[in-house]
């Protein structure tokens, strides 16, 4: 039976619900969508008629290019977060309760400090004489200052070092589940360490390394400020393709069109994420 | 007589310097269904993984036909476990998940093909094989992880407590078809449970385990009917303690003991007794006769329970001096109205010969031990 009380209350709750969808989500994705169609106006912005000519301009090579170059920086981050938060993770679900909350703890206290300043924290360990080269010095591992900032390098820490906890928590979550008797059956079949971590420990937090790569991959395209401040002017982000286009260029349809193929990979690896989690059962029944 | 498979010597394993066993020694038969029955926190677990080379032993070996197998990892024993929750490998099929012990010995693919058929024809689930496991009830699930254990054609089938999250009725039916694929395929059974009524209808020896030591090993008939201590007759089954004294020790291996005022003659136990000792006469609900207030034979007391059981009406009754009985009698075809009312006057017999003595121990609650199931 339903309450009385209770009806206006979940009516607000979806007017609420739907409202932000509908304002905050879908409108904005549409005005991106529309202007993405339309042609380029120096005075205006965007004006009739209807056009695919900013897709068409993001086959251009240079574009390409840059789409690719950022894409090849993403990728490389996101290995790294992987090969480092895979273990991290796995490792933390291992420690006893107690520290592992602690230890999450930890991992999200950074993000309690604006990133914008913590990437300028990262440029002065990087730089020429910075915290980095003077420790080199001193140790005498090296005798002339390594040129790390404004490098391809220098962009990926920074993307590492602002996202591997994006990477840590899903995989965290899923080594959190992995049941230690599914472990110990594979072994009981005759399974050794390698095949147990190839057909089981893997298959079963694949969902979780999905996770993290479209929580790193997708963010470490449009991070703009990270190659503004660590990577000079050739290690460009489609991040700063699409900041350069609304905020330099005044091409807003071009920067919509690119705003817009980024948001369709971002769709197609949760649509990838959502079929190996089904593979598993997490879903259905 | 059967041959020894698996020899547990001296096994101590102690967890965070709690003792769960300790020295416990026990020789699995070839083809044997055994049982390790015991409460929570009682080492039986820990037993049954030892075995399957989960955990290693603090001391003691383990031998499987005269070969070591105490420090052999799991993979390379030939053993296999099906576990208390199943542990099926969620993403992968039922064939698969059968397969998995074969794939990993390398057996051609076509033999495995056959192999798995096989298997999954004998907990009859053929037609389930495309399945995940998340698409089959719990009866079915425990099916495949039975078939997934015996694919592999093991010496020693351990089973972890594999029936305990199923409901009752399912229970029963997985007992007969447990016990009937033991039979077929003559594979030895290592039952880990604490339902005593399961390890009485399945096994051929049961070893009733508390604190880590096995307090009894037996047929079920005999660690029902002859239990080795006050532990095991408490735990197995339901069952009424009286205090006795012995009056006399007779020449012809009999004893007349004093039980609430009668003077009863028993055959001789095997421990040793002197005149006047106390002992417990310990009688089966079944063993208890109830007679009518009348009777010149019993102790009277008064019916303050019945339960109708269906084939058999359970009382528990009062006698005068507070003593609570448990009695369960079967209906007679001459009497079908036969009942109680509560608070009716009867007395209290047995039939002589039905009783087993147990000399006089503490007595310690059963069921309140410290739960380290580990």
Avoid at chain 1, 248 to 261: E, T
Wanted: glycine share 6%; with cysteine.
């Amino acid at each position: 039976m339903r309450s009385a009380m209770r009806q206006p209350f979940k009516t607000a709750v979806l007017v609420l619900v739907w409202g932000w969808l509908l304002f905050l989500v879908l409108t904005p994705n549409l005005l991106v969508v529309g202007a993405s169609v339309l042609t380029r106006d120096p005075g205006t912005f965007i004006s009739l008629p209807l056009t695919l000519d900013a897709y068409r301009q993001l086959l251009n090579p240079l574009y390409l290019d840059v789409f690719l170059h950022s894409l090849y920086m993403a990728a490389m981050t996101t290995l790294v977060c992987l090969l480092i938060g895979y273990p991290f993770a796995w490792a933390l679900s291992k420690v006893p309760r107690q520290r592992q909350v602690l230890l999450i703890f930890l991992l999200i206290v950074p993000f309690w400090t604006n990133s914008l300043v913590r990437t300028y924290a990262l440029k002065l360990m990087l730089a020429t004489n910075g915290l980095l080269n003077n420790a080199l010095l001193s140790l005498g591992l090296i005798d002339q200052p390594l040129q790390l900032l404004y490098t391809e390098g220098a962009v990926i820490i920074g993307l590492v070092y602002l996202l591997l906890p994006f990477m840590i928590l899903p995989l965290y979550s899923v080594f959190d589940d992995l049941r230690e008797d599914l472990l110990r059956a594979s072994h009981d079949l005759g399974a050794g360490h390698l095949a147990t971590f190839v057909h089981v420990i893997v298959p079963l937090t694949l969902p979780g390394v999905l996770a993290g790569v479209m929580l790193v991959l997708l963010p470490a395209m449009g991070l703009f400020f990270v190659p503004d401040i660590l990577g000079g002017s050739r290690n460009l982000l489609v991040g700063n393709v699409i900041k350069n286009q609304f905020l330099d260029a005044r091409n807003w349809p071009f920067g919509a069109a690119a705003s817009i193929v980024l948001t369709l990979t971002m769709a197609f690896l949760m649509f990838a994420h959502r079929l190996s989690k089904r593979r598993i059962g997490e879903e259905g029944a | 007589m059967k041959q020894t498979l698996l020899s547990l010597s001296e096994l101590t394993k102690q967890f965070d310097s709690k003792t769960v066993l300790d020295s416990l020694s026990l020789d699995i038969l070839d083809g044997e269904f055994i049982t390790l029955l015991g409460p929570s926190g009682c080492g039986k677990t820990t037993l049954l993984r030892l075995m399957a080379g989960f955990e290693h032993p603090d001391g003691g070996t383990i031998t499987l036909s005269g070969q070591d197998l105490t420090h052999t990892p799991p993979e390379h024993r030939p053993l296999n476990t099906v576990f208390q929750n199943y542990a099926l490998f969620p993403h992968m099929s039922v064939f698969d998940n059968v397969a998995y012990g074969l794939k990993m010995e390398k057996c051609p693919k076509e033999e495995i093909r056959e192999r798995v058929q096989e298997a999954l024809a004998m907990v009859q689930l053929q037609d389930f094989a495309r399945r995940k496991p998340h698409q089959l009830s719990g009866g079915q699930q425990q099916r495949v992880a039975i078939a997934r254990a015996v694919v592999k054609r093991p010496r020693m089938l351990l089973l972890d407590e594999p029936l305990s999250a199923l409901d009752y009725k399912l229970r029963r039916t997985m007992q007969v078809e447990l016990k009937r694929l033991q039979r077929e395929l003559g594979i030895t059974f290592v039952f880990v449970t604490h339902d005593q009524e399961e390890a009485l209808s399945m096994s051929d020896r049961v070893a009733v385990l508390k604190d880590g030591e096995i307090q009894q090993l037996g047929t079920p008939r005999e660690v029902y009917e002859r239990p080795a201590n006050l532990f095991t007759a408490r735990f197995v089954g339901e069952t009424n303690l009286f205090p006795g004294l012995v009056e006399k020790t007779n020449g012809d291996d009999t004893v007349t003991v004093d039980v609430f005022g009668l003077k009863r003659t028993f055959a001789k136990p095997d421990f040793p007794l002197r005149d006047g000792q106390s002992l417990h006469v310990l009688l089966r609900p079944e063993d208890i006769r109830v007679l009518s207030p009348e009777a010149s034979d019993g102790v009277s007391g008064k019916v303050v329970e019945r339960n109708y059981k269906g084939s058999t009406l359970d009382s528990v009754i009062h006698l005068d001096d507070g003593t609570e009985v448990l009695a369960s009698e079967f209906f007679d075809e001459d009497d079908p109205a036969f009942d109680y009312r509560l608070g009716e006057p009867v007395r209290v017999s047995w039939v002589d010969g039905w009783e087993w003595l147990l000399p006089e121990e503490e007595i310690n609650p059963v069921g309140e031990e410290s739960s380290v199931d580990a």
